[in-house]
């Protein structure tokens, strides 16, 4: 199955300042990566994802990158705001179903905190 | 994004009673929903696989007779805590993939609370 690893655990960045969290995977066969932001007791919301035929995705102030040589994907999100503050986790899909809709295994996530 | 609605957010039950958890699709058709569990300051694990009009498939040391799923519409999934112990306390989160494609984006419902007493 898949494997997913996240880092780091928690960051700290000073509002205005850029936020970068890695992931890396292991099963090369896996084709899409979605990012999800969870904030306090709510269910984690689609932030951005990209699928393997790209290197780069870009939405306003966040962008995802993945390399899929080395296997790993990595979220960027510039001019920190405070609303920006949540756990953050990265995705990959472990194997497919026998209907066609691959399963998620989740990294282990980033607290991140924008300090005012 | 698509809307996938959890009922309800938040349940306090007492220890040896059943609680049922509704995933509903509210803007597409899911014939698969995805049930996970998350302990506080922890990631999501994977429960179960929820598939419209057959067996659910659980993964590897998730109980199926204390987790019952029913998915019996394209638009609704059921997860029934049976038999609740203090354990099983945790905030639980289903999921919708919107397509049958391999890249398909998943969405999440608000999550279900659940404290046993």
């Known amino acids: 199955g898949e494997n997913v690893e996240q880092h780091p655990s928690t960051l700290s960045v000073q509002e205005g300042d850029s936020a970068v969290i890695k992931c890396t995977y292991s099963?090369?066969?896996?084709?899409?990566f979605p990012w999800y932001k969870q904030e306090l007791g709510k269910g984690p919301q689609l932030i951005i994802d990209?699928?393997?035929?790209?290197g780069e995705k870009k939405d306003q102030r966040i962008a995802v990158t993945l390399n899929k040589t080395a296997k790993h994907f990595s979220l960027h999100i510039t001019e920190t705001q405070p609303e920006d503050s949540a756990v953050y986790f990265c995705?990959?899909?472990?194997?497919?179903?026998?209907?066609?809709?691959?399963?998620?295994?989740f990294g282990t996530g980033t607290r991140l905190t924008i300090i005012p | 994004g698509a809307v996938v609605s959890q009922h309800p957010s938040w349940v306090i039950c007492k220890s040896g009673t059943s609680v049922k958890i509704e995933c509903r699709s509210l803007?597409?058709?899911?014939?698969?929903m995805f049930w996970y569990r998350q302990f506080p300051k922890q990631s999501l694990m994977l429960m179960a696989t929820?598939?419209?009009?057959?067996?659910?498939?659980?993964e590897q040391g998730v109980e199926k007779d204390k987790f019952l799923i029913n998915h019996a519409s394209l638009t609704l999934s059921t997860l029934t805590v049976t038999s609740a112990h203090p354990e099983d306390s945790s905030f639980y989160i289903c999921?919708?993939?919107?397509?049958?494609?391999?890249?398909?984006?998943?969405?999440f419902g608000q999550g279900t609370r659940l404290t046993v007493v």
């Open positions: 803007d597409f058709q899911a014939t698969t």
């Open positions: 990209i699928r393997s035929n790209v």
């Open positions: 929820s598939n419209e009009g057959s067996k659910a498939t659980y």
């Open positions: 099963d090369s066969a896996s084709n899409y």
């Open positions: 999921s919708a993939p919107t397509g049958g494609s391999l890249d398909t984006e998943a969405f």
């Open positions: 995705a990959a899909p472990s194997h497919i179903s026998n209907f066609g809709n691959e399963k998620l295994t």
